[in-house]
């Protein structure tokens, strides 16, 4: 379960007062200089006048569908369900996709760690202090009624979902202070002093809603009314949980600007809803929809042997995933007693056997994780540099002393499935931490049974659960899967109400003010946020300031090497298994270019793919 990839961006306030009390107008030293593009750390690689990002074919035909299932989520949506065309509130399940039918001010290039350039605002103007951020609204940006988008609507927009949003755009947004349209070409955004440092991005990469069409309307309902957008898809035909449909703009205002060309190449893209993946896959066998990011090892080894794959209608490959692949576990909730004691959380690292089950149920596809920043070079290693112990001093007696050594990896197992050692450490960490065995059952200090309930929402997921909750049980833990619907899933999550569940998330190559949702105090306590272990640790939320406030890339490295040293060594997870590669297969009507570009979340599919009418027509006689 993969976190979503967004662009990113953010506005300003103007206007300074002179110390008679008598407003000046702002001069253009005080706005900074004009500029096509941003980034956290100010280098572009595109110059003002570039024609199109490096990695997308300009010469790619427009037409013909792409239909797929979803393999990444943002904020209320849900892998398996919708039953909202709002995806950017807590109510409802969102509807995949729903991002491609806004304009935002700015576009992420995805050769780049962050930057980005312009999309509904044609530049932006950032002051000394960098708190303040001058957009310029183009003039041919319009809604799909055909009325101007304009710095008005951008304004409402981001004020509305600071106040209204879901409750993890609005924790992304605590820097950021107010939006304003001193004209309909001009959004002024200001920001707080000490404001994180991608929030800007963040900003930029929202959605603009139209500000007439919520002026009847309200934006916190679940609503299965399209919005007014202005992106390039509007919302087609749908079936609530079954699918939902995005028709292309043909004469959409965006096409030809340098963010777009080459993209959005497909006149319908359609998500199907699977609430069972081996469900999902017979669907893409009977050719239900087209392309398929493959997920599961076992499906990826063993059931590629149906006739269409064989012949080569189907095309299998294999890309290079070169982002950041985060962190997968079973992550612990310490806002129940059983899980509070460190070495608890360690005895339940070590009962998992990975070598056993990556061999075993995985066809050795995967690789361990061992860090938030797995597959990238922010992760720890070996001891501390110069830098890090720079950082890392001033908490020694508050945190572990291993922080100040190597950083702590999981235990590699004999591959036996029951490693006699390693459980023999785990019994060992929970007698010490006097959670002991009575009766042939681990009880707490405080005589009640030790249980965990395992929560998760596919059923694909019960043979990796399986071993795991063997071994527990054989410690004396009465560890019990509990499988149940996505719906109610996410609502228990959303509420913390479970023991231990499963989940993936990564960052990109910048961590950003996002990275407070997944491991800061408050996030801890806020309803809806990724901070599904309950992690609430002063010196993390320290670090976690340091990652925020760092001036250079170097500096960003140094503070995310140190933070990893920390949150490693406080156990919150039960890491699990990554790859470096993307596995893709789909029915060969498509093209691509080579590779992804190196930043991209997932292969670029479907924004910058493209039909192949040749190919098309050949799969349609080989039938």
């Keep these: 379960m993969a ?21 000046v107008a702002p001069a253009a030293a005080d706005n900074g200089t004009e500029m096509h593009g941003m980034s956290v750390f100010g280098d572009l690689k595109y110059p003002a006048e570039f024609q199109q990002f490096d990695y997308v074919n300009v010469k790619a035909p427009k037409g013909g569908a792409f239909s797929l299932i979803p393999s990444v989520r943002a904020y209320n949506q849900s892998y398996f369900t919708f039953s909202s065309l709002n995806a950017y509130i ?12 806004f304009a935002t001010l700015m576009s992420r290039a995805n050769d780049e760690p962050d930057a980005m350039y312009g999309f509904a605002a044609k530049s932006v103007q950032i002051s000394p202090d960098k708190l303040t951020y001058r957009f310029t609204m183009r003039p041919e940006a319009r809604f799909h009624d055909g009325v101007r988008l304009t710095a008005q609507d951008v304004a409402f927009s981001f004020n509305t979902l600071k106040e209204k949003g879901h409750p993890l755009i609005q924790v992304q947004l605590r820097d950021f202070v107010k939006a304003e349209a001193p004209d309909d070409a001009t959004v002024v955004v200001t920001f707080a002093a000490g404001r994180a440092r991608d929030v800007p991005l963040y900003v930029a990469s929202l959605p603009i809603f139209s ?17 007014l957008g202005s992106g390039p898809y509007k919302v087609g035909r749908f079936e609530v949980n079954r699918y939902v449909e995005y028709d292309r703009v043909k004469d959409w205002w965006g096409a030809e600007l340098p963010v777009n060309r080459g993209s959005y190449n497909f006149d319908t893209v359609r998500y199907e809803f699977y609430r069972d993946r081996d469900v999902a896959f017979e669907g893409f066998t009977g050719k239900n929809y087209l392309f398929r990011e493959e997920l599961t090892a076992r499906i990826w080894a063993t059931r590629y042997d149906f006739a269409a794959a064989k012949d080569g209608r189907v095309r299998r490959e294999v890309l290079p995933d070169d982002t950041p692949s985060g962190a997968q576990g079973w992550f612990m909730n310490m806002r129940r007693e059983q899980f509070k004691d460190p070495r608890v959380r360690e005895a339940l690292i070590y009962a998992f056997d990975f070598e056993w089950t990556n061999k075993t149920i995985m066809y050795d596809a995967y690789a361990r994780t061992v860090s938030p920043f797995q597959n990238s070079n922010l992760m720890a290693s070996g001891p501390p540099s110069p830098e890090e112990l720079a950082l890392l001093e001033p908490f020694r007696g508050a945190v572990p002393d291993e922080v100040f050594g190597a950083p702590f990896v999981p235990p590699v197992s004999d591959g036996s499935g029951q490693d006699r050692t390693l459980l023999r450490k785990a019994a060992q960490l929970l007698n010490d931490a006097g959670y002991v065995v009575k009766d042939g059952k681990r009880v707490l200090p405080n005589g ?6 395992f929560l998760f929402d596919e059923p694909s997921l019960q043979p990796h659960h399986g071993p795991y909750l063997k071994n527990l049980n054989v410690l004396g833990i009465n560890a019990t899967p509990r499988l149940i619907d996505a719906v109610q899933y996410r609502a228990r999550l959303e509420a913390f109400d479970f023991d231990m569940t499963m989940e993936r998330f990564n960052f990109s190559a910048t961590p950003g003010d996002g990275i407070r949702a997944f491991f800061s105090s408050d996030a801890a306590k806020t309803k809806g946020s990724y901070n599904l272990a309950g992690i609430s640790s002063p010196v993390i939320d320290v670090l976690i300031e340091k990652i925020l406030g760092a001036e250079s890339r170097q500096a960003l490295t140094v503070a995310c090497r140190a933070f990893d040293r920390v949150f490693r060594a406080g156990r919150y997870w039960v890491p699990q298994w990554y790859s470096n590669k993307h596995r893709v297969a789909y029915w060969d009507q498509y093209g691509h270019q080579e590779k992804p570009a190196k930043y991209a979340q997932g292969v670029g599919a479907p924004e910058n793919w493209w039909y192949d009418a040749a190919k098309a027509a050949k799969l349609e006689q080989a039938k």
Excluded at 211 to 227: G, I, M
Excluded at 448 to 453: P, R, V, W
């Design 90 to 101: 807590l109510k409802g399940e969102g509807a995949q996709g729903m991002d491609m039918t």
């Design 448 to 453: 009640e049974a030790f249980n965990i309930e």
């Design 3 to 23: 976190l979503f990839s967004r662009r990113h961006a953010l506005g300003l306030g103007i206007g300074a007062l002179s110390a008679a009390g008598l407003r």
């Design 211 to 227: 500000k007439a069409y919520y002026a009847t309307r309200s934006f916190e309902e679940s609503t299965l009314d399209a919005p």
